[in-house]
DNA sequence: CCCGGTATCCAAAGCGCTTTGAAAACGATT
DNA sequence: AATCGTTTTCAAAGCGCTTTGGATACCGGG
């Protein structure tokens, strides 16, 4: 079923029938009802591709997954970013899409969906420091919103982030009054924005509390289970070793905790663990008491909030870009206690 | 830059240029060359809507997450089936779409998609027994392919699934040539197909072996890593506990793992701990030996050979459904060992 | 009774592409 | 030189929608 044989059925001309069911005010109560009926009742939606053709917009929002390596630690948190980005888009009619590229050709693929025409706006993920994908957006002018941000880049840009200096800098002040003065970060890798950010958290309540920064404890990789375990089986393994371990997510803290318990010490009472916890549907950080002590922000809701933005944007295309800041809550659950005394 | 304008930059028709760039023979050599160089130049791609109106064709595969708690356990995987997925697809040009529906409407939006045109075909996720969705959109027409089975559905359809009940049936195998006798299963959700059929393998190695089925030993729920714990630490609890347990997932084993080693004993010595292991890239069983030992299927595999599959099925509607059938592998890692001896 | 304004409706153009059916150009053949 | 078969090119229709610029019908006020 089409518009025109729908507005053939009603005797009606097309113009009259997509008028009435995008609620036109040029078209009567009664025809509208009686078209609405019939549109009902033939089960007809405008074909996407026809209506976007029409009105130049795709209804689409576009995201990017480089093949790199280097990104996969988007993967965790990818599901529920889109269940959460997606809740709020889909009830604007927006659908999302996602291509996938080497990541070579990243930039290649912006200006090919501005070409192509084949979305409205992107979402841009994982954002590096100094990150060149957000003056090549907005270069070629593909509106974007960026989860995360990107010290170094001084032209305006939207995005939602956590923040996390703040996060950080709480959570080490918090092992700090616990007595803590050895304290490891497991960080994300290194070029990632949220990584630095983290990482100048931990750094400024270091010097607060006088304690030096000890590069020795400081470690940062993709932010696998496995990597977690790794460097603190070598952090515990090394002379004065940390009492307290900050790690940047729940899947390395997993692996923390394990090779703390295979070191044969106790989470908590031998070493303090605490962890950035995405709030993950499918990995909750225990059901009534936290397992660990947490900076906990949902990336599900930041999904949403992100959505929202983005969709005021593509609303108001001259409106400055919104940038939201997130707060992180620190939740205080078993893994940490005060710092054991020397031997 | 769109075609007219290409066109007429060219001195050509519309028709003589839209030939040459999709590669059809009535068109020299001389003025193919000339035309490609001056879509590479003017950096010209066909606008998607316009070329999928005419083409009737969208490049567009959809895949519709239900909001419902009951598919939540979709999310750790999504990360990965998708990267593998969108491997494949966009080596044939298809981008994937998503849409985020309350559960109630997810026949409406397969009808919608259908109407609008919007996709080309959709990926079934999560699978239950005796699936409705599928008999719906055979119903309808809009080609499908089902990642995992469903039973009690007669009708032919095409499907990617790793042969649960075999890899189940080989690992409980397993552990009773280790000489377990009271085995306990931690499964996904009972109406979930593949729960099912992991927990028909299971039962019937126990019955090969002469061990009766246990209700008490068995479990079923949303596969979280507290969900693991939970059902680990009443397992343990109980008179005659089990000495080894099967879990439906790497995410429960770890919950599993925790409340082993909560409870002070050590897993692979007093307790046995198999899983399921997707073979996540973000939660590697181990780097050189396995943690758990594993039944170890990559979802990331599955989700390219899927996309391969749809593929092929839409550039062959007629062609009979294909059904793909991945085999697990048993990797024995450091979780498994003798029974321990009766006290 | 006529006129201007308002409320309804419509024909047709246009979005950017593919594809049909036909024309033009070109050698090769008689 | 006329004819035929290829090769190469083109004009125009069509995909299903929105939207512009009227047209028509109807109303109350002068």
Partial sequence: MNLKRLAEELGLSQTTVSRALNGYPEVSEATRKRVEEAARRYNYRPNS??????????????QVIPTSVQHEMVNPIFGDFVAGASQTFSRYGYDMMFSRVPDVDESDIYRE????????????????????????????????????????????????????????????????????????????????DFAQRRRAGYEAALKAAGIPVDPALMRSDEMTEYF??????????????????????????????????????????????????DDLSYLKNGQDVPIFTAIRSSVRKAGEILAQCLVDQINAPDAPPEQRMLEADLLVGRSTGPAPQRT
Same sequence: chains 1, 2.
Wanted: aromatic share 4%; no cysteine; hydrophobic share 45%.
């Fill in 113 to 192: 969906y501005r070409a192509r025409g084949a979305v409205d706006a992107v979402i841009l993920q994982g954002p590096l420091v100094n990150d060149q994908r957000i003056p090549l957006l907005n270069r070629i002018g593909l509106p974007f919103i960026v989860h995360g941000r990107s010290t170094g880049i001084t032209e305006p840009y939207a995005f939602v982030d956590v923040n996390n200096t703040r996060a950080f800098q709480h959570a080490t002040e918090f092992l700090v009054h616990l007595g803590h003065r050895r304290i490891a970060l497991i960080n994300g890798l290194e070029g990632m």
């Fill in 49 to 62: 591709r026809a209506k976007g053709l029409a009105t130049g917009r795709a209804m689409v929002i576009g």
């Fill in 228 to 277: 977690g375990y790794r460097e603190t089986r070598a952090l515990l393994a090394q002379e004065d070793p940390p009492t307290a371990i900050m790690a940047a997510s729940m899947i390395a803290a997993l692996g923390v905790r394990r090779a703390i318990e295979e070191t044969g010490l106790t989470m908590g009472r031998d070493v303090s663990v605490i962890t950035h916890d």
